[in-house]
C-alpha cells in the first residue's frame, strides 16, 4: 500500500493518491470494528481509561499524533455503542496514575515517572519486589478502578 501510494504521489496522480488514502482509513477503520466486536463478543465489563495523548506530544509528529487520536476516538465511539446494543458494562475511568501504582502493593516510589519514564518498559517495585510490564500493571489498576467504580455502583443500589 505504501508503495503504491509513492508511486501514485510520484505520478502526481491526485485521483489515485486520493483512492489510495480512502482504502488505507477503511482498512483501519475495518481492524478497528474487528477488534472492538471481538472484545465485546468476549467480555461482560470492558474498562478503558481516559488517556491523554498530551504525552506522546513530544515523541511523535503532529500527523501521527492526530492519527493516534483518531483512532483511538473511533475505537471508543465503536465500544460505546456496541457495548449499549450487547449486554456489556462499558467503564471509562481516570488513568491518572494508572501507570505509577504498584497494582500488587500500591506503592508508587519506585516507578518510572515522567518523559524519561515512558522509555522504560519494564520496573521492579521496591516495595514488594514484583517485576512489572507499564502496560500490564497500568491495566491492572484500570480494572481495579472500573470494579471499585461499580462496587460503589452495586452497594448504593
Ligand atoms: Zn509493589
Known amino acids: 500500500m505504501g508503495k503504491k501510494l509513492a508511486a501514485a504521489q510520484r505520478a502526481k496522480n491526485k485521483k489515485r493518491v486520493k483512492a489510495i488514502h480512502a482504502k488505507i482509513k ?3 477503520l ?6 472492538t466486536t471481538q472484545l465485546v463478543k468476549d467480555n461482560a465489563l470492558i474498562v478503558v481509561g481516559d488517556v491523554k495523548s498530551r504525552s ?3 515523541s511523535m509528529t503532529k500527523l501521527a499524533k492526530s ?3 483518531a483512532g483511538w476516538f473511533e475505537f471508543k465511539r465503536q465500544l ?3 457495548c449499549k446494543y450487547a449486554s456489556c458494562q462499558l467503564e471509562i475511568v481516570n488513568e491518572r496514575y494508572t501507570t505509577q501504582i504498584c497494582s500488587h502493593c500500591g506503592d508508587m516510589s519506585s516507578s ?3 518523559r524519561a519514564g515512558l522509555g522504560i518498559r519494564e520496573w521492579r517495585c521496591a516495595e514488594c519486589g514484583t517485576r512489572h510490564d507499564r502496560d500490564i500493571n497500568a491495566a491492572k489498576n484500570i ?3 472500573g470494579l471499585d467504580r ?3 455502583g452495586i452497594s448504593s443500589v
Open 150 to 152: 461499580l462496587d460503589v
Open 56 to 58: 506522546f506530544t513530544n
Open 26 to 28: 477503511n482498512t483501519r
Open 30 to 35: 475495518d481492524a478497528i470494528h474487528k477488534f
Open 112 to 114: 518510572p515517572k515522567g
Open 143 to 145: 480494572l481495579a478502578v
Open 80 to 82: 460505546e455503542y456496541k
Open 67 to 69: 492519527t493516534y487520536d
